[in-house]
């Protein structure tokens, strides 16, 4: 028996897209997360990068279920003391829409700089509009 090691230059990319006013937000970070990783094709490697790049768009339409629009809380940290900031997700939708996909999408990533590298092949964008239709992105159905 023998174990191959797919290195990331063998694995041909592709391009996918989400439309975020279709999908559970966390399912679909987490489809998301294991397309980047590569874990959705038999040439899983874990310390290579899986050559896949998603498109997210209309992520200020994105879909959370129950109370979280007005519940959920992010924070941040401003640098000064007593600097700790907290917005809901409704504040989060007016002021950075992209980044509530984002965040739920690096939170299931590896903490590493394998991970860093898996969150820059994630392109987000609020409207329809998107400047990646040469590559030919396969749109994924609701899950």
């Not at 002021?95 to 690096?106: C, M, Y």
């Amino acid at each position: 028996m023998r174990t191959t090691h797919v290195r990331a230059a063998d694995v041909e990319e592709r391009w996918l897209l989400f439309d975020a006013s279709q999908h559970n937000l966390g399912r679909m970070a987490a489809r998301i997360a294991t397309s980047l990783m590569g874990k959705d094709r038999p040439t899983y490697t874990p310390s290579e990068h899986g050559g896949t790049h998603v498109v997210v768009i209309n992520s200020a339409n994105s879909v959370m279920t129950s109370s979280k629009n007005t519940d959920k809380e992010y924070q941040y940290y401003t640098g000064y003391p007593n600097g700790r900031r907290t917005l809901t997700t409704d504040d989060m939708r007016g002021r950075r829409p992209n980044d509530i996909v984002t965040l739920a999408v690096r939170r299931m990533l590896p903490k590493n700089k394998l991970g860093k590298k898996m969150l820059s092949h994630l392109k987000v964008y609020s409207g329809t509009d998107h400047p990646h239709g040469a590559q030919r992105p396969s749109l994924v159905e609701t899950l």
